[in-house]
């Protein structure tokens, strides 16, 4: 079975603070990505990284940053954390077409800044 | 660029009826993927269907099933025989091909089914 293992179920920072979220994928795949799920709004892309050490911006970028130094990991980064960031945030790994495009997700964190 | 909209924030079924979810979407590409899916209470979300938009025929997965209009740009999906583990947050998501696996997603839809 494919697993995405997210690093922590809940987290609560304070604003401004630096926050890492970190992403593991146990079955080989290129290609990882980061969303944020809010209410009403559904899940928007942050970051996705088809390769170690590459990265492209999704539909939300600002106010975070990711880092890929293996291919199983995938971290994204809170440069100082804002109220607005608090959310759900969801990492996801696939095989691209090789995989039919399915994306597996991981359990979410939920990120309460104060 | 895409957008996928759910117009049902939430919806009910009894056990073992049938429901249907709608997705619409609008894109100017000719050449794409749509998929739903769905997120359980508390558990990671699943991919149930995916379609492929040169393929006419709708995609059935076991009691999952699509009906893809492409000129319509519209994908619902239908789920028979309802049953309590269906309860979920479904999720419509587009991605056009030449974008690899960046996906659009929309609102989602909560489905409650009742015993």
């Known amino acids: 079975d494919v697993k995405v293992t997210q690093s922590s179920r809940y987290l609560v920072k304070r604003t401004g603070e630096k926050v890492f979220l970190e992403c593991v994928q146990d079955m080989d795949h290129e290609n990882m990505f980061w969303y944020r799920q809010d209410p009403g709004l559904g899940l928007r892309l942050i970051y996705f990284s088809y390769d170690v050490k590459m990265k492209e911006k999704g539909d939300i970028p600002e106010g975070y940053s990711v880092s890929r130094e293996k291919k199983e990991r995938f971290s994204l980064i809170l440069e100082s954390a804002s109220t607005n960031q608090t959310s759900m945030y969801l990492c996801a790994s696939s095989s691209g077409l090789a995989g039919g495009y399915e994306q597996y997700f991981g359990p979410g964190t939920r990120l309460t800044v104060t | 660029a895409q957008t996928v909209t759910q117009s049902q924030p939430e919806m009910s079924v009894q056990e073992a009826e049938t429901v249907t979810l709608s997705c619409t979407y609008d894109t100017s590409e000719n050449n794409y993927y749509l998929f739903w899916y769905k997120q359980p209470p508390s558990r990671q979300m699943i991919l149930v269907i995916r379609q492929e938009a040169y393929k006419q025929q709708n995609a059935t997965e076991n009691r999952f099933s699509v009906n893809f209009q492409k000129a319509a740009k519209s994908f619902s999906l239908k789920i028979s025989d309802s049953q309590l583990g269906d309860t979920a947050m479904y999720f419509c998501?587009?991605?056009?091909?030449?974008?690899?696996?960046?996906?659009?997603f929309g609102t989602g839809t909560r489905l409650a089914v009742r015993p």
């Open positions: 998501a587009f991605m056009k091909h030449s974008s690899g696996d960046k996906l659009t």
